[in-house]
């Protein structure tokens, strides 16, 4: 199953509303993830059956969908979220990412 | 706390097998899946392979037949060998585990370990 995440970069002020899409050529239900990676880190999950919150995770960060189109949603940018953003599917194999989206400082 | 660390050589030879170790603590490998993902600036992140302590094991077939995952319960270890290696194998290579069943997403995921292909 292909991830097609858009956009693959957006500039964004502190504050601003951040919206990250994510279309998958197959219908994966809810089987569906949201990571977030800094430099030099590893990933960390964020949202986790498409719209539930990793625990810790604040609450500025929503996620939505299902079957094939999915959303993930900043309500409000904090410095400390400019980061690359990567979708994933679970519901078939092989797993599979989107190639990340690239969240920076306007 | 949960943590798991990459370990193993971080140069090998193109032909050859790159051998990686996962030690995990703070979780008992027989209560989890776990999974190996790379990272490489040309392919983005990609899924290895998963195993579960009864034997259930997957591989993503663009590396089936190369690759080999196994864990060793006593050790709360899993491993990765990856033969034949070439220089499209340079990646940041990270031992994860799965949230719940195979279909869980990763919670926890290694620090990561950069292998590079070269002779």
């Known amino acids: 199953i292909q991830l097609t995440q858009s956009p693959s970069s957006l500039s964004a002020s502190v504050g601003d509303r951040v919206t990250i899409t994510c279309r998958a050529s197959?219908?994966?239900?809810?089987?569906f993830a949201w990571y977030q990676q800094k430099p030099g880190k590893a990933p960390q999950l964020l949202i986790y059956?498409?719209?539930t919150l990793q625990s810790g995770v604040p609450s500025r960060f929503s996620g939505s969908g299902s079957g094939t189109d999915f959303t993930l949603t900043i309500s409000s940018l904090q410095p400390e979220d400019f980061a690359t953003y990567y979708c994933q599917q679970l519901g078939s194999y092989p797993r599979t990412f989107g190639q990340g989206t690239k969240v920076d400082i306007k | 706390q949960v943590q798991l660390q990459e370990s193993g050589p971080r140069l090998v030879r193109p032909s050859e097998t790159l051998s990686l170790t996962c030690t995990v603590s703070?979780?008992?490998?027989?209560?989890?899946?776990w999974s190996w993902i790379r990272q490489s600036p040309g392919k983005g992140l990609e899924w290895i392979a998963y195993?579960?302590?009864?034997?259930?094991?997957d591989y993503n077939p663009s590396l089936k037949g190369r690759v080999t995952i196994s864990l060793d319960t006593s050790r709360n270890q899993f491993y990765l060998r990856l033969s034949s290696v070439t220089a499209a194998d340079t990646a940041v290579y990270y031992c994860?585990?799965?949230?719940?069943?195979?279909?869980?997403?990763?919670?926890?995921w290694g620090q990561g370990t950069l292998v590079t292909v070269s002779s």
């Open positions: 059956a498409a719209s």
């Open positions: 197959q219908g994966v239900s809810n089987y």
């Open positions: 703070g979780s008992s490998i027989t209560t989890y899946y």
């Open positions: 994860v585990r799965h949230k719940s069943s195979d279909k869980g997403s990763y919670d926890q």
């Open positions: 195993i579960y302590h009864t034997g259930n094991i």
